[in-house]
């Protein structure tokens, strides 16, 4: 799926090309092409785009690499494809085809159908957050009081353990056991569960996050349009002004 990326020096776009917010200095975007809910031409549109896209890239110097995609129901489309664009500049670049996208071109299963704008979905996500990674080195273990029952032995004694993973901040006390070093493992136990906790309901945002980008399409008003003869569209027909007309 993944294709091999290269990197070479980064020219910037022309300054018709430029987002108002140029941040051009970012080394490196993740940018999630997807067919939305779209007929099956939008699935093609998605294929067609994405290599257009890196054949853009490529011309700016710029590396692409497909780091995840979703096959669409024909073979060699896709109802969306997950790149990053690597380089000086990529954060311009990736911001000139952020948006609605549109591949124009008559249908290649429907002929005859009259329809000729297929609208793609464009937007920049946020790379899938790193798990934490657990090191006991990472942890200071201290031993504490604690109140609660247990008797006087418990009360003069520091048996409970407090487990400070330095990296997030998270702590974890813990004084289940009348021993330091029993509680001092069930708290490393702990720390390490509640990391696990963590990372997992991050990775279901992030995966939320990018379903929701899959409804965002807006038809008409694209912020690019591309053909197969490689012109960008600068006559906007109807269809484009105002969105496609059903179907």
Not at 12 to 35: C, E, F, Q
Not at 174 to 197: G, M, S
Not at 198 to 227: F, K, L
């Amino acid at each position: 799926m993944n294709r091999p990326a290269t990197d070479h020096p980064a020219t910037d776009p022309p300054a018709h090309n430029r987002p108002a917010h140029n941040d051009g200095r970012a080394d490196r975007v993740d940018l999630l092409l997807s067919a939305g809910r779209g007929p099956q031409e939008c699935a093609w549109a998605v294929a067609e785009l994405v290599a257009r896209l890196e054949a853009d890239a490529a011309g700016r110097h710029l590396a692409v690499q497909r780091l995840d995609a979703v096959p669409g129901e024909r073979r060699d489309t896709w109802r969306s494809v997950l790149v990053r664009v690597s380089g000086p500049g990529a954060g311009t670049f990736a911001g000139s085809w952020t948006g609605t996208v549109c591949w124009q071109a008559p249908s290649p299963y429907r002929a005859g159908s009259g329809r000729k704008n297929w609208y793609v979905n464009a937007r920049r996500c946020d790379p899938e957050p790193p798990g934490t990674r657990f090191a006991e080195t990472d942890v200071d273990v201290v031993a504490c009081r604690t109140g609660g029952p247990g008797g006087q032995h418990r009360d003069k004694a520091s048996t409970a353990a407090r487990a400070t993973h330095r990296p997030t901040g998270l702590v974890v006390v813990v004084d289940d056991e009348r021993r330091f070093e029993t509680n001092r493992r069930l708290a490393l136990e702990r720390l390490r569960h509640r990391l696990a906790e963590t990372d997992a309901a991050a990775d279901r945002a992030s995966g939320a996050a990018r379903r929701r980008m899959h409804d965002e399409i807006v038809r008409g008003n694209p912020v690019r349009v591309e053909r197969p003869d490689n012109g960008v569209g600068d006559g906007i027909d109807d269809e484009l002004r105002h969105g496609p007309r059903g179907g």
